[in-house]
């Protein structure tokens, strides 16, 4: 067993990431499944919405002129001509001194150029306006007026919705509208996690003894969920303290694998000795706590993360990193993923300077209560914690009334 001979800051280890920025992947899938996906490139419209003038309500579809000077004390009388229905529009002429029924959103006959609302006449007595019957108008309506024009939703050629939009019910919608049958979205990071440990019972199960129930696939799982990226089906099985299970594990097709436990440098890590056997073990300790075992690396195009086994390690390890990776290759904002304000410090908050430190903190009476910095192996202090706050490896720490950011877990 050995010590770090050297630790990365936490600020070096991001610029990596950034050098090994995976490429979006995108795929086509029906606009009907596309509502909270991540567009891969902008909708421009092939078609004006709408195409054609309508009526933009019940009335009738008039000569605008024809209704000059009309009162109730001087009803003017127009010939109903035709209906024009929404997907059944009248085709046939209509001239001076003529009107066609019409219903809201329905075509304008080609010679009509206004709507004249159904409470401007007083139509028939006793019954229904039917073709061939006579309306009586009384108002005046100018040109135009209740008419909606052609592109006045949305003008073919314009970009609708923009790439990387992270599209809502009403966008799909107007996908819809348009006549897109088919919507290219980011295509989800496909992450494989590679649990190890002899001690570990799959998850859920009642420990006993000396072996223990599986605390970070689950935890992984969910955050891998939330950040966007798909765990794939062979994630669920706990892998052995073995070279060889770990390497080929290693070696699953995916775009990222996160291996949970064995990343530090005792004689049963074995995660870093295989990362830099296969492919590239390029960052290996990180000066911040807890999550300082963490390491990360390349096989091909597989980013590897090696997270510690310590479930608030992993954690921590996972929100600075591996999530923040997985989130940009899935078109998602790489900022972290938790509300946060600022608010004072009830009591001093003790770091190193050097140290990036994830400190689990409480809320009380609208002050931050520092909880635990230490304890990488106590999962219940970030179930107990309001949030945390980060300390980052320029500070010794911050003094009480001290304004700080809290992340909330919630």
Known sequence: MRGFAARVSVAETLRWLDTVKPALASELIHVTEAA????SQDITSPVDVPSFRRAMMDGYAVHAIDTLGATPYHPLVLRVVGTSKPGRPHDG???????V???TGSPLPTDADAVLPAELTDGLAGGFVKVGDFVKVIDTIPPSKNVG?????VARGCVILPAQRRLRPQDVGIISSLGISHVPVVRPPRVRLVVTGNELLPAGSTPYGAVISDANGPMLQALVRRDGGVVTDDSLAIVADDPVAIRDAMLTEADFILVSGGSSV????????????CGELAIHG???RPSSPTGMGCIGKRIVFLLPGNPVSCLCAYDFFAGRSIRDMAGRSTDWPYRHQQLPLKKKLVSVVGRCDYARITIEGGEVVPMAISGASILSSTTRADGFVIVSESSEGFPPGKLVDVYFYD
């Open 101 to 103: 029924e019409i219903m």
């Open 286 to 288: 990180i000066a911040m």
């Open 149 to 153: 024009m052609p592109a006045e939703d």
């Open 266 to 277: 005792g004689r049963e890590d074995h995660a870093p000795l295989v990362l830099s056997e």
């Open 36 to 39: 909270g996906r991540i567009l």
């Open 93 to 99: 002429p209509m001239v001076r001194g003529e009107a």
